[in-house]
């Protein structure tokens, strides 16, 4: 009897203590997602300190450092924003489950007159009880907040809460800054994802301010491939500083690999390969190319011009 009432309490006590250790939610009211606030942090700008004014949810900071902002927004009007793994439905945010803000990443940078400012993103995710982030083919929600410098006052100039979702289990990869034109910067993403124990095939984004918010400009599949056991290859791009544009300057994309045919093993099989080498790998079982590609801004999106230049050798 004596151990069957000390299970009973140890249960009751186990039971109390998974329900105390749940992350809570806490409500905020739709303002925050206003594009057109303001808001001054002074000088040094603490990016996590910043990301609890621009989303003042429940602070957390579990272990394997694993800090968010738990909140939920019951009067948002929600939108949806795309998860480039297309696997999903796009991601209606805010969600109605909660979310969790992470910060991803602090970019500072001058510009030719030395005005100085800073990009702080953050990473949404749906919210999890236990602060986890899920899902093999759902994509971090990227939102981005700029920031310019005004003596000892960090003064943000534009707020946008979600741009779109890239990388794999809620986390976005991280994002790097590139200048595209005369003070004219913007930022890479190179996502990548795949089955597991399979290949993962990267693809490569371009996110500029266009039309009075950041969007996707770029996007090219077959930037690299990853975790194959036969062929592989790997992505760089130049911006192209020609004096000819002085905005939405061109990208020169180059991708260098290798094709091996698949032996057949558990997890070595054929892959996908660039459009621009798939017919000869019908036909051979190894050889090295390079592909080079030039992107031209439109007016609306980069495309490709003219006829990729692809260049083998070791042809077997």
Known sequence: MRLIKFTFIALLFTSFCSAQDDVELKTVVDTILNPKRTLQVADPLNAVKTMQKLFPGKFYKLDNDNVFLSWKCQSCKTQLYTDVNG????????????????????IT???SKENQFKLVFFNHSVYDPDGAQTGRFVGGLIGVAKFAKN???????????????????????TPKLVQIGEDQYAFTIVHSNGGA???????????????????PLIEVPNYQITNSDSSTWSGSYTV?????????????????????????????????????????????????????????????????????????????
Do not use: C
């Open 240 to 316: 192209v500083n020609d004096g000819k544009k002085k905005f939405f300057r061109d990208f020169i994309i180059t991708t260098k690999g290798y094709y091996s045919k698949s032996k057949g093993g558990e997890y070595d099989y054929e892959i996908d390969m660039p459009t621009e080498v798939s017919e000869l790998a019908k036909t051979k079982k190894y050889f090295d190319f390079t592909i080079e590609k030039r992107l031209s801004f439109n007016g609306k999106i980069y495309t490709v011009v003219g006829k990729p230049i692809v260049k083998y050798s070791n042809i077997k």
């Open 109 to 111: 940078y001058k510009d």
């Open 87 to 106: 696997m999903e439905e796009d991601q209606p945010f805010p969600y109605k489950e909660g979310v969790a803000t992470r910060h991803l990443e602090t």
């Open 197 to 215: 124990g399979g290949a993962y095939s990267g693809y490569f984004y371009l996110v500029a301010g266009f039309d009075g918010k950041y969007q």
């Open 151 to 173: 003596d000892k006052i960090w003064q943000m100039r534009s707020f946008q809460p979600a741009i779109a979702a890239f990388g794999a289990f809620s986390r976005a990869p």
